[in-house]
């Protein structure tokens, strides 16, 4: 999935002041203790992220201004994506989804992509059902442990996440869809 993280700061900010996105949610730093990585890992079920955040927000925000504005961070998947993940799994590969995200980014990547999700992906790994988020090594380890054994080629734009996916469980690794299509394996 694309990521507009602009598109979602420039949202929140109607809401928010800087600081409380910034220190509270946690964008533009990696925060061990945040809003954002509790809800990641499933700790704050949405309830609790909602109200937590509206505590922050300005008076009379409402919990869908706040989703809304969450949900900006999402600028899509590329057809081409879904084309390839189709192309893959015609020449008989498995494929499967391994995602950081929280339960509000998940309904709203399922109200655009709910068919592509439920006939292109053999299994879907979320964090915030998982309580683990890439690039923890215990993240891996029970994926590899699900999936079984196989080559194995993981797809991610997080240059720590592919690190990790190869230190841990010994996947080949690329950066983008591109980079597997310009592979050998397609």
Not at 77 to 102: C, F, H, K, V
Not at 142 to 150: K, L, S, T
């Amino acid at each position: 999935m694309k990521h507009d993280r602009e598109g979602c700061l420039k949202a929140l900010r109607q809401l928010l002041s800087d600081e409380n996105i910034t220190n509270v949610l946690g964008f533009g730093n990696d925060k061990a203790d945040t809003l954002r990585v509790r809800f990641e890992i499933g700790a704050w079920d949405t309830h609790y992220f909602l109200e937590h955040v509206l505590r922050l927000c300005q008076p009379a925000t409402t919990e869908q201004q706040v989703i809304d504005a969450w949900n900006k961070i999402h600028a899509g998947i590329p057809d081409e994506a879904w084309e390839t993940i189709s192309d893959l799994r015609a020449q008989g590969y498995r494929t499967y989804l391994m995602s950081n995200t929280d339960e509000i980014h998940w309904q709203h990547t399922l109200s655009l992509y709910r068919q592509q999700m439920e006939t292109l992906f053999d299994g879907v790994f979320l964090s915030f059902q998982l309580g683990l988020t890439k690039p923890a090594e215990a993240f891996f380890r029970h994926v590899a442990n699900a999936i079984g054994e196989g080559n194995t080629i993981f797809i991610d734009d997080v240059q720590a996440n592919r690190l990790a996916a190869q230190k841990y469980v010994g996947w080949q690794t690329r950066g983008s869809i591109d980079e597997l299509k310009d592979s050998t394996l397609l």
